[in-house]
């Protein structure tokens, strides 16, 4: 009888061993998260597009003018600027300058809404790329 009370409390430590344990790794766990969020808040990361030394004429050369173009325009102005829904851009340097570009992309026309393009250096930096489209 005492061989089966001492077994049945074996069992018991054997849970409560287990269930330490799994509390013990949470709460390291949790720590190492938290220790990663706070730093994540303290230094976060830093950005290239950003704004750097050069002032706003340095950043303006980084932007990627064609992927935005890709990324933005190309579903109404065709992958190869051809025209399809929209008017082709191929040759648009030809027929309107960086100016007039970059008014159309800020205010829209025709069928083209306002706003694609929020941010003014991504702005110029296409309308500087289709004014060479000629």
Not at 86 to 101: F, Q, R, T, V, Y
């Amino acid at each position: 009888m005492a061989g089966s009370n001492f077994k049945k409390d074996m069992n018991q430590n054997d849970v409560i061993d287990s269930a330490k344990g799994f509390f013990v790794s949470f709460g390291v766990l949790f720590l190492v998260f938290l220790f990663f969020l706070v730093a994540s808040i303290v230094y976060p990361p830093k950005h290239e597009a950003e704004g750097g030394a050069g002032g706003g004429g340095g950043a303006a050369a980084n932007i990627n003018a064609e992927e935005i173009v890709k990324a933005n325009c190309t579903s109404c102005h065709g992958q190869n600027l051809e025209g399809m829904v929209g008017p082709a851009l191929a040759n648009i340097g030809s027929k309107l300058d960086e100016k007039a570009i970059s008014e159309t992309i800020k205010n829209g026309k025709g069928s083209m809404p306002p706003g694609l393009l929020q941010d003014p250096k991504e702005i110029a930096a296409v309308a500087k790329w289709l004014s060479e489209k000629k």
